[in-house]
């Protein structure tokens, strides 16, 4: 049996859940769309990262007295850990909330190579942290009630756990920004204006998975290209740490979402930058590979903080020519960047990398190597 999202948020709704915080996730796509929909202003909050949601919903609670609701991806658990054991425990502040977990890569299920090992520690984590939890199945209704018991009688977090297809689909209708070019389209124009000993780090989602379909589709080799599939929002962090260790460009391709989850990291890295780290963002506004659900990355000044951090050039982009000026400008100047705008979209036949991590890797390190 599958679950309606409607009679899920309406549950939730009626058992006193009305402040809603994460970050979207493919497998909880159509309730985050549902909840995106169907809650007033201010009540859900889509956060650069599960650890801020986690915050938010410890604020929400010692102002109202209520329970928030906190969804993400188990990839999310990893950023919740701190505020979740170091506020929200039982040995520490105390504060119930309800965490909603998109279990990738549930053992036996088949899934993606960077969900491997978060799902088989999904719920050993959550009993290491010592969070109560159920799986959520056909007794949702039961089991929501019992989540509220624990809450109420032990005032802590306590998580449901969500497998894939649990939920029936919810119609989503994404906000068109208006831009001409497509992200896959964009990544086009920029790959043809790589030079052959150039280097990609590219971020989670499906830019990865476009930038290997490109090359698969030239019948370029992937030598060349770091996919960080998982890690959402380290992908700056990984190219800067290659940057340092090579004379190479390195062309950091990031995505808004990605962008804003770890933003602390970019005045580090731009004060620190050295010339070869280039930095190009692909800004959709949105989190595009999860469902569409927006960030908030179109309505700030995306340039003026790259500036503030201290990329001393920032070209803004959101055509083929303006993006092949760009990328001429950010190759030739230190410490500059190109922020792209593009509209929402993919390709319903993308596929995923058929080399896995570790041969990815390994291609990689050769070709590093072969130019040392
Ligand atoms: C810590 C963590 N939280 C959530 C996810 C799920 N996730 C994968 S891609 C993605 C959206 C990325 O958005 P953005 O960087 O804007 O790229 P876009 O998909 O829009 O191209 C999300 C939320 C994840 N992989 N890791």
């Known amino acids: 049996m599958t679950i309606n999202p409607n009679s899920f948020y309406e549950s939730l709704n009626e058992s006193g859940f009305n402040f809603f915080a994460g970050v979207p996730d493919s497998l909880l796509k159509?309730?985050?769309?549902?909840?995106f929909e169907n809650t007033p202003p201010g009540h859900n909050i889509i956060t650069a990262n599960e650890g801020n949601a986690l915050g938010m919903a410890c604020g929400y609670h010692i102002a109202t007295g209520n329970y928030g609701v906190v969804y993400m991806q188990n990839s999310g658990e990893g950023n919740i850990i701190n505020p979740l054991l170091s506020i929200a425990d039982p040995d520490?502040?105390?504060?119930?909330?309800?965490?909603?977990?998109?279990?990738?890569?549930?053992?036996?299920?088949?899934?993606?190579?960077?969900?491997?090992?978060?799902?088989?520690?999904?719920?050993?984590?959550?009993?290491?942290?010592?969070?109560?939890y159920q799986v959520l199945d056909d007794n949702w209704q039961i089991q929501l009630a019992h989540s509220l018991e624990i809450m109420r009688n032990r005032s802590c977090p306590v998580a449901l756990v969500i497998r894939k297809n649990t939920f029936e689909k919810y119609e989503f209708k994404v906000k068109d920004n208006g831009s001409p070019l497509s992200r896959e389209q964009a990544l086009e124009i920029i790959l043809s204006n790589l030079d052959e000993d150039d280097f990609i780090v590219s971020t989670t989602g499906k830019t990865s998975?476009?930038?290997?379909?490109?090359?698969?589709?030239?019948?370029?080799?992937?030598?060349?290209?770091?996919l960080t599939v998982g890690g959402?929002?380290?992908?700056?962090?990984?190219?800067?740490?290659m940057a340092i260790g090579t004379k190479k460009?390195?062309?950091?391709?990031?995505?808004?979402?990605?962008?804003?989850?770890?933003?602390?990291?970019?005045?580090?890295?731009?004060?620190?930058?050295?010339?070869?780290?280039?930095?190009?963002?692909?800004?959709?506004?949105?989190?595009?590979?999860?469902?569409?659900?927006?960030?908030?990355?179109?309505?700030?000044?995306?340039?003026?903080?790259?500036?503030?951090?201290?990329?001393?050039?920032?070209?803004?982009?959101?055509?083929?020519?303006?993006?092949?000026?760009?990328?001429?400008?950010?190759?030739?100047?230190?410490?500059?960047?190109?922020?792209?705008?593009?509209?929402?979209?993919?390709?319903?036949?993308?596929?995923?990398?058929?080399?896995?991590?570790?041969e990815n890797k390994t291609v990689m390190m050769a070709q590093f190597e072969s130019y040392r």
């Not at 279990?103 to 190579?113: A, F, M, T, Y």
């Not at 959402?232 to 740490?241: C, L, P, V």
């Open 30 to 35: 159509d309730l985050c769309a549902c909840i």
């Open 92 to 132: 520490v502040y105390s504060i119930p909330m309800l965490l909603l977990i998109g279990w990738r890569g549930e053992p036996g299920v088949r899934d993606e190579p960077q969900h491997a090992k978060q799902g088989k520690v999904t719920c050993e984590l959550l009993d290491c942290m010592g969070v109560p």
């Open 209 to 226: 998975r476009e930038i290997f379909e490109i090359r698969e589709a030239r019948s370029q080799d992937h030598a060349h290209d770091f």
């Open 232 to 241: 959402m929002g380290h992908t700056s962090s990984i190219a800067f740490g």
């Open 249 to 358: 460009n390195i062309w950091c391709i990031d995505g808004d979402g990605s962008f804003l989850m770890h933003m602390g990291a970019f005045p580090i890295i731009a004060q620190n930058a050295p010339d070869n780290f280039k930095y190009i963002l692909n800004n959709n506004g949105a989190h595009e590979s999860v469902g569409g659900q927006p960030t908030v990355a179109l309505c700030i000044g995306i340039s003026a903080i790259l500036r503030a951090c201290g990329f001393e050039v920032v070209y803004e982009a959101s055509t083929p020519d303006e993006i092949k000026t760009g990328m001429e400008v950010v190759r030739k100047k230190p410490k500059a960047a190109l922020v792209i705008t593009t509209h929402q979209g993919s390709r319903i036949d993308l596929g995923r990398p058929t080399k896995t991590p570790q």
